[in-house]
C-alpha cells in the first residue's frame, strides 16, 4: 500500500497558522538526538515516540538508539523505506515497511509525547532523495542536503502529528489497531485541540537550542564559502599540474609551471628554480613577469649558499612569507639585512618563498615577488596555492629525475625478471623433486600389499620427510610475505643471547641426524654477556638459518665459529663464521635478495629456496637489528654479523646452574660436532 500524500503538508493544510522552516540536515540530527534523549533520560512513563526515515540506510545508524528506548516504554513505532535488512516486525518495538512509491521516502519524522513534554520534528527534502544508496557526492553531499518543516513543542502540533502518523502506520499494519488506538486514548485525548498559541511549548532548552542550530548553520554557510574557495584553487592547481606533466623535460616544466603560476597570481615576478646543497650559487633560467617594466633575472646569477634566508629554508623546510622588505618581521632582520643590495637592485618589495621538498629533501625554490612602491599582504590562499603547486612540483621534479636515469629502472627491471624466472625455476624443482617421491612411495604402497613390513616403512617415512619439505617450502613462502608486508607481532622481551644459540644448536643437531655430516660448530661466548631484547621464537628461527646456510656450503671437515660480543653500552654482535666456499665480494649484499643462488636456480649442487637470507633480514630489521656478510672471496669462508639493541646495561652471567637443562644427543658419525669455549654447555 503506497501513500502519496506528505505528512508536512497535510500537517500545514490542517494547521494554516503554522510556518515552515528551512534544516540542514546537521540540525535535523541535533534536534533528532536532543528529543531521543529525553525519552533516554527517563521522560515520563511509556511515553509515545514515532521515528520515520527516508531509506533502511539512514534506519541502521540509529538502530542502536531505539534499541535502547524500546527498554522504557513500549509505544515506539520506527517506519522506513522497505529493504532488505527492514520489513514489517513486532519484536522489541513495531517496525513499519512504507513502499518506495510513497511520500515518506522524501521526508524525516520523530514525535515525542508524554503527559509533560510534547515536541515533533516534521520535514521533508527540498530533493527528493533516491530510492537506492548514492554513490558519489560524499561528505559534501550530506552536509548540503535541506530540509523545510516544522519542529516544535506546541501540544496540539504535536498531538496532530502523532494522529497523521498513527493512521499511516495502521494503514501498512492494520493487526496495530488495537494497540495504535490505545496509543490514541491515552496521548490524543482532546478531540478539539486547541489553537496554537505563538511561543508555546518554548523553554530555555527550547531557546538555547535553537539559538545553537542557527549559529551551526551560518558556520556551514561559511565553511561552504570556505570550501568553494578550496575548490576553485583546486582548480586552479590542477590547471598548473596538467601543464606541468605534460612533459618529462624538466626544462619545459619549469617554464610551464613559472607561467602559469605567475599568470594566476599576478605577481610582478615568479621565478623557479633548483638547488642542491653543494651550490654556492644557481643561475635564473625560469621566469615569469606579468609587467614588462620589472627587470629580468634570466642568466643572472642567484646567491644562495651564502643567504641565511636560505639556509633557514634548508633547515626548516617552510615558506617564508615577507609583506615588507624595508620593514621585515624582527625573526627576519638578521637574514634580510646582508641581501640589502639584491632586494634594492632588483625591487623587491613584498618577496614570498616557497620551497620544493621531497620526503625532506630540498630540491628548489620557487619565488614569488612583488616589486610596486606599497607592501603586499600575502593571503593564506596565496600560500596555500603556491604550497599545493611546489608540491606537485616537486613530484614531478622526482619524476623526470626517474626519467634521466631510465637506465637503472631497466636494471631494475632486469632484476626483478630474473627474481621471477628464479622463484619460477627454484618453486618448480624445490616442489617437484618431493611430489615425484611422494608419488612413487604411495603407488607403491598401493601396488604392492605384500611388501615387507620394513619397506613399506621405508616407503611411508620418505613419503612423509617430503611431505614436510614441501610443508617447510610454503611455509617460508609465506612466513617471508608476512615479514615483507610488516604483519608480525614482535613479542619482545630481554633474553640470554647464550641461551638461544643453545636452542638454535639443539635443533640443528636433530636436522642433521641421520643425514650428511656436518662441519664442526663451535661456540665461543665471553663468559658475561648482556641480555638483548629481542622476540626469542623469531632469534632462534635466525641463528638456524644461519647455521643451516654454513652447514650447506661447509665441507664435513671444516669448522663453523658462532661468537657474540657487546659493541657498545647499546648494541650486541653475534656472528656465525665458517670454513666453506667463501663469497665473491661484489656478492656480499645480494645474498640477502630473495631467490638469490650463486650458482642459479638450475645450475646449483646445494639445495633450498634461497628464501632463508632473506628472512634472517626482514628479522633482525624487524626487531631493531642490522644483519650483513664479510668474505674474503671464493673458497676463503664467510661471516654473517647481525646486532642486537641490548635490554639492559647490566650483564648477566650464566653459570651452570642457570642454563636450562637439555638432553644430550646421542652423537653420531652424521650428528655435528660442537665444542664450545668461555661458557658451560648446560
Not at 642542491?276 to 644562495?304: K, Q, T
Not at 615588507?324 to 646582508?338: E, H, K, M, V, Y
Not at 611422494?438 to 601396488?447: D, N, P, R, Y
Not at 641421520?514 to 623469531?538: F, H, K, Y
Amino acid at each position: 500500500m503506497s501513500n502519496s500524500a506528505s505528512v508536512v503538508e497535510e500537517l500545514l493544510r490542517a494547521l494554516p497558522q503554522l510556518r515552515s522552516q528551512v534544516f540542514f540536515k546537521t540540525s535535523l540530527t541535533a534536534l533528532s538526538h536532543a528529543m531521543e534523549d529525553q525519552v533516554l533520560a527517563g521522560l515520563g512513563e511509556n511515553p509515545l515516540v514515532i521515528a520515520s526515515f527516508q531509506q533502511e540506510r539512514f534506519y541502521r545508524q540509529e538502530a542502536s538508539r531505539y534499541q535502547r528506548i524500546s527498554e522504557l516504554t513500549n509505544q515506539v513505532y520506527v517506519l522506513s523505506a522497505a529493504g532488505t535488512g527492514f520489513e514489517n516486525a513486532s519484536n522489541r518495538y513495531e517496525t513499519i515497511a512504507f513502499d518506495e512509491a510513497d511520500a515518506l521516502t522524501q521526508e524525516w519524522h520523530l514525535v515525542v509525547i508524554d503527559e509533560t513534554y510534547r515536541a515533533c520534528l516534521i520535514c521533508r527534502e527540498r530533493s527528493p532523495v533516491a530510492p537506492v544508496m548514492r554513490t558519489s557526492g560524499g561528505l559534501a553531499h550530506e552536509q548540503t542536503r535541506r530540509f523545510e518543516g516544522i519542529w516544535t513543542q506546541d501540544p496540539a502540533v504535536s498531538q496532530r502529528a502523532a494522529r497523521v502518523l498513527l493512521d499511516r502506520i495502521v494503514r501498512y499494519r492494520p493487526e496495530l489497531h488495537d494497540k495504535v488506538a490505545i496509543a490514541k486514548a491515552r496521548f490524543l485525548r482532546a478531540e478539539d485541540e486547541p489553537m496554537l498559541t505563538e511561543g508555546s511549548g518554548a523553554d530555555p532548552f527550547t531557546q538555547r537550542l535553537v539559538t545553537y542550530l542557527q549559529a551551526g548553520q551560518y558556520k556551514l554557510l561559511k565553511a561552504y564559502k570556505a570550501i568553494s574557495a578550496q575548490e576553485r584553487r583546486e582548480r586552479l592547481v590542477n590547471s598548473i599540474t596538467s601543464a606541468i606533466r605534460r612533459s618529462l623535460n624538466p626544462e619545459e616544466i619549469f617554464q610551464g609551471a613559472t607561467t602559469e603560476l605567475g599568470q594566476a597570481l599576478q605577481a610582478c615576478r615568479c621565478v623557479i628554480y633548483r638547488c642542491h646543497h653543494d651550490e654556492a650559487s644557481i643561475e635564473i633560467r625560469y621566469e615569469h613577469r606579468e609587467v614588462e617594466e620589472v627587470a629580468s633575472l634570466v642568466g643572472e646569477e642567484w646567491p644562495i649558499a651564502q643567504s641565511d634566508l636560505m639556509s633557514q629554508i634548508r633547515r626548516d623546510r617552510e615558506t617564508i612569507a615577507i609583506v615588507d622588505t624595508q620593514d621585515p618581521p624582527s625573526s627576519l632582520q638578521t637574514a634580510i639585512a646582508p641581501l640589502s643590495a639584491i632586494i634594492q637592485r632588483w625591487q623587491i618589495r613584498a618577496w614570498l618563498l616557497v620551497p620544493l621538498v621531497y620526503q625532506r629533501r630540498l630540491l628548489g625554490m620557487i619565488e614569488l615577488h612583488h616589486c610596486s612602491a606599497t607592501p603586499y599582504l600575502w593571503s593564506e590562499d596565496d600560500r596555500a596555492l603556491v604550497e599545493a603547486v611546489a608540491a606537485q612540483l616537486s613530484v614531478a621534479i622526482i619524476q623526470a629525475d626517474a626519467y634521466a636515469h631510465l637506465q637503472d629502472l631497466n636494471q631494475q627491471l632486469e632484476a626483478l625478471e630474473r627474481t621471477r624466472s628464479n622463484l619460477i625455476a627454484i618453486t618448480g624443482h624445490e616442489l617437484r623433486t618431493p611430489l615425484s617421491t611422494i608419488q612413487v612411495c604411495l603407488e607403491s604402497l598401493a601396488t604392492e600389499p605384500d611388501m615387507p613390513e620394513e619397506l613399506r616403512q621405508t616407503m611411508l617415512q620418505s613419503a612423509l620427510e617430503d611431505a614436510e619439505r614441501m610443508r617447510k617450502l610454503v611455509q617460508d613462502f609465506l612466513t617471508l610475505s608476512r615479514l615483507e608486508s610488516g604483519r608480525i607481532e614482535w613479542t619482545l622481551e630481554a633474553l640470554a643471547i647464550g641461551e638461544c644459540i643453545d636452542l638454535a644448536l639443539s635443533s640443528t643437531q636433530a636436522r642433521y641426524t641421520n643425514r650428511d655430516q656436518c662441519p664442526t660448530i663451535e661456540v665461543d661466548l665471553p663468559s658475561s654477556l648482556p641480555m638483548v631484547r629481542a622476540d626469542g621464537e623469531w632469534l632462534v628461527e635466525v641463528i638456524v638459518k644461519l647455521l643451516d646456510n654454513a652447514c650447506k656450503f661447509t665441507a664435513p671437515s671444516g669448522t663453523i665459529t658462532i661468537l657474540a660480543r657487546a659493541l657498545n653500552p647499546e648494541t650486541l654482535q653475534v656472528t656465525i663464521a665458517d670454513t666453506g666456499r667463501g663469497i665473491e665480494p661484489y656478492r656480499l649484499e645480494a645474498v640477502f635478495d630473495r631467490f638469490y643462488q650463486e650458482e642459479g636456480a638450475l645450475r646449483r649442487s646445494a639445495g633450498g629456496t634461497g628464501l632463508g637470507l632473506a628472512m634472517c633480514r626482514q628479522i633482525i630489521e624487524g626487531l631493531g637489528g642490522h644483519i650483513w656478510a664479510t668474505s674474503e672471496g671464493k673458497e676463503r669462508g664467510s661471516q654473517f654479523h647481525f646486532t642486537l639493541p641490548i635490554a639492559e646495561h647490566r650483564p648477566m652471567v650464566r653459570s651452570r646452574r642457570e642454563s636450562p637443562p637439555r638432553s644430550k644427543p646421542a652423537r653420531s658419525a652424521k650428528t655435528p660436532s660442537i665444542k664450545t669455549k668461555g661458557r658451560s654447555n648446560g
